[in-house]
């Protein structure tokens, strides 16, 4: 009888743990249905003023709107220091001496290289150096045109 008894609690306590309280589930919000695009659009749709017909291939406005392309400097090496991941280069470029920063390269003196005008940053301190220079320009790309 006893063994019957607290069967029948258990049973009801598994029952009870297991309604449906809407209290105690998660919230879950409403599926959304999302028109999904029409292409070409329909010809009740107006296209802004100057916008090239859709599908026409006409690529005029891109080219009118594309970023200048980098600007491209030209300067001939007078030094190198190198430390690791970096070369330092000392240029001369249109009678004057800047140093500019790129990633590890081979550039010799004399060479002539190009360079985009990069980020500039005055009084540059170089830890591993233990040098402070005038202003270092760092590059992103530096290709080297003439010379080694």
Not at 3 to 17: E, F, S
Not at 36 to 43: G, K, R
Not at 110 to 138: C, H, Q, Y
Request: charged share 20%; glycine share 4%.
């Amino acid at each position: 009888m006893k063994h019957t008894a607290l069967i029948t609690v258990l049973a009801a306590l598994t029952l009870a743990a297991c309604s449906k309280d809407p209290g105690n589930e998660p919230f879950v919000p409403p599926a959304q249905t999302v028109p999904s695009p029409t292409f070409p659009a329909p010809a009740s749709t107006a296209l802004p003023p100057g916008h090239p017909a859709i599908g026409s291939g006409d690529s005029s406005m891109a080219a009118a709107d594309a970023p200048d392309a980098e600007q491209t400097e030209t300067a001939t090496v007078i030094s190198t220091i190198d430390i690791p991941d970096f070369t330092y280069l000392e240029v001369q470029q249109d009678n004057q001496t800047r140093w500019i920063a790129a990633k590890t390269t081979k550039a010799k003196k004399g060479a002539v290289i190009e360079f985009d005008s990069g980020s500039t940053i005055e009084n540059f301190n170089s830890k591993r150096l233990d040098r402070t220079f005038p202003s270092m320009t760092f590059v992103n790309t530096l290709k080297v045109v003439k010379g080694k």
